[in-house]
């Protein structure tokens, strides 16, 4: 018996231990996101004010643009990486070792990919190529994230947190002093891609701080067809959201111009910036919810119910003042140049809502290995967006593209769940965080 009693107090007390880990892993990357947000916004709206809406516009055009071939740097691998060194934390230097390797061969298929498809559509503006071929080449230094997805399955984020805040300020403070020297646009996108430069030696040095080596990492090919199997679905995901997340900026640019995406990019950059909070609070909470998997079905759900609530409730607090606020908001951050984009940004932040949801019930998708069905379901949404910004921007411009994204986040995120018999059990605790008070 009090043998029994023993376990069960130091059951209790891991479990603690646990939930300690994960706030504490919560609340360095707020503090990383926070700091990010506030510095990038202050920084980001300055940089806006001094290269104008034409500018501006044409800067957001190509991120936009070299956005859309991330999934190749990426290779859909983060989730599945974490999850494969949780269960197997004594293979971590195979597994970190070849993701590592297949982010870098990603990382330069995607600039050329980049560089190659504005040729291809007949593009000939030296300073766009040039534009495109810098940041492109972010995906290249983004194979050092590897070591990131360490210290998330360790629950340790704080270590990646302080490499690339430090990288971030150096970088911020480098962006104030292109606009006091009147620096040309081309500068800012050489700023942009150093940051992920200083911010791949910086994980680095902290990875080696903490007694580990890189050097110890090694490629498996078989890992490796291990990995991008079940990351495949992941990958074209990934294509399918960098279409919700950037296509209408890429649209708006090909069918209206730069100024408008001038417009909807400061709509866009005041609406997104929120999206910390949940991508935060999902990465931490990830691991937790894989483990109850292993455990107990009920605590599995009663997991992944806590965390739909929660980002619902914290979607409707940003979105509802936002909309009202939305018109003040712009002219005092960007100025009357930008007045425009404050009826975008009261439809545009209402996204936030699907966005918080789906990236909510990304773990359960991953845990119940439905990947697959999560790619049809967002490349149905992607499909739609695209379509809906046929039809709307040629009309309502940025005004047209913010509906889209709305309509097709909505749909891929909460409204397809509904209308699959795999998906429903998620669609109900979805419904039950809209409303709360009936039941399903």
Request: charged letters at 15%.
């Amino acid at each position: 018996m009090l043998s029994k009693l023993r376990l069960k107090s130091f059951s209790q007390l891991k479990s603690r231990s646990g939930l300690r880990a994960i706030i504490a892993n919560t609340g360095w990357l707020f503090a990383d996101r926070i700091l990010r947000m506030g510095a990038s916004l202050v920084v980001g709206v300055w940089v806006a004010r001094y290269l104008g809406v034409q500018q501006y516009g044409l800067f957001n055009y190509v991120l936009a643009f070299v956005s859309l071939f991330s999934p190749i740097f990426t290779l859909g691998l983060d989730d599945v990486v974490v999850r494969h060194i949780v269960r197997q934390s004594s293979n971590k230097e195979e597994i970190l070792g070849t993701t590592f390797w297949l982010k870098l061969l990603g990382g330069i298929t995607s600039v050329l990919l980049a560089v190659g498809s504005m040729f291809f559509l007949g593009e000939h503006e030296t300073l766009k190529i040039w534009l495109v071929a810098i940041l492109g080449m972010v995906g290249i230094f983004r194979a050092a994230d590897t070591i990131e997805l360490w210290f998330q399955s360790q629950v340790q984020s704080k270590y990646s947190v302080i490499a690339k805040n430090i990288a971030f300020l150096l970088n911020t403070l480098i962006k104030i002093a292109l606009i006091l020297t009147k620096a040309p646009l081309l500068a800012f996108a050489w700023v942009t891609l150093a940051e992920f430069a200083m911010s791949a030696i910086g994980l680095l040095i902290v990875y080696q701080a903490r007694g580990t080596s890189v050097l110890l990492w090694r490629w498996n090919f078989t890992a490796a067809k291990t990995l991008l199997k079940e990351s495949l679905p992941l990958i074209f995901s990934g294509f399918a959201i960098m279409i919700f997340m950037r296509i209408d900026q890429v649209m708006l640019g090909q069918m209206i111009g730069d100024k408008e995406v001038g417009i909807y990019s400061a709509a866009v950059r005041v609406s997104e910036i929120w999206y910390f909070i949940p991508a935060a609070i999902v990465s931490s909470v990830g691991p937790s919810i894989y483990a109850a998997k292993e455990k107990s079905e009920s605590l599995y759900y009663q997991r992944i119910g806590q965390l739909l609530r929660l980002l619902t409730y914290i979607s409707f607090a940003i979105a509802l003042p936002m909309t009202f606020l939305s018109d003040k908001i712009i002219m005092v951050m960007f100025g009357s140049g930008y007045a425009q984009a404050g009826p975008i940004l009261a439809v545009h932040i209402w996204t936030s809502l699907f966005v918080f949801m789906g990236l909510a019930t990304s773990p359960w998708f991953i845990a119940e290995s439905l990947n697959h069905v999560s790619l049809g379901k967002t490349l149905f949404g992607a499909i739609l967006n695209i379509i809906l910004n046929l039809l709307l921007i040629p009309k309502y411009a940025g005004f047209g593209a913010a509906i889209a994204t709305i309509i097709s986040q909505a749909s891929a995120a909460f409204i397809c769940n509904g209308f699959d018999k795999r998906t429903q059990k998620i669609f109900k605790i979805q419904m039950r965080s809209l409303l709360p008070f009936y039941k399903f």
